[in-house]
């Protein structure tokens, strides 16, 4: 296997770059324009994963199944600290950022376009 990533598809796929780039401090690995100002197709390099973003063209499916989790491990904290900073603008925070009973640091919430988060050390 060459590599393995995580997709999501958003309504807003620019912002929701703009935000997930700010919030893992992402490097940009490409960028494919649609003919509607959104992305077909984009990439990121979100902490050594990558994380794909693209336009929903159809209507959102209610309900979400699916979680990304992000394990930053001992001394991940101002990583998890900076991205729930980010990420909890417009959000719907489900745990709010602290302690738990298996990590010192953790926090799920549901972004802004509808992606459930949990990201810990």
């Known amino acids: 296997m060459l590599r393995s990533m995580m997709q999501v598809y958003v309504k807003g796929s620019v912002a929701a770059v703009n ?9 940009v690995l490409g960028l494919y324009p649609d003919e509607d100002g959104g992305y077909m197709h984009s990439e990121l390099n979100a902490c050594g994963q990558i994380l794909a973003v693209s336009e929903r063209k159809d209507s959102l ?43 010192p640091c953790m926090f799920s919430l549901v972004d802004r376009f509808g992606v459930s988060w949990c990201l810990f050390v």
Do not use: K
């Open 19 to 27: 935000l997930y780039r700010e919030a893992f401090r992402a490097e």
């Open 61 to 103: 499916t209610v309900g979400n199944t699916m979680q990304f989790c992000f394990h930053f491990g001992e001394g991940g904290e101002e990583q998890v600290r900076h991205a729930y900073q980010v990420l909890r603008d417009g959000a719907a925070v489900e745990t709010p950022i602290g302690p738990c009973d298996w990590s």
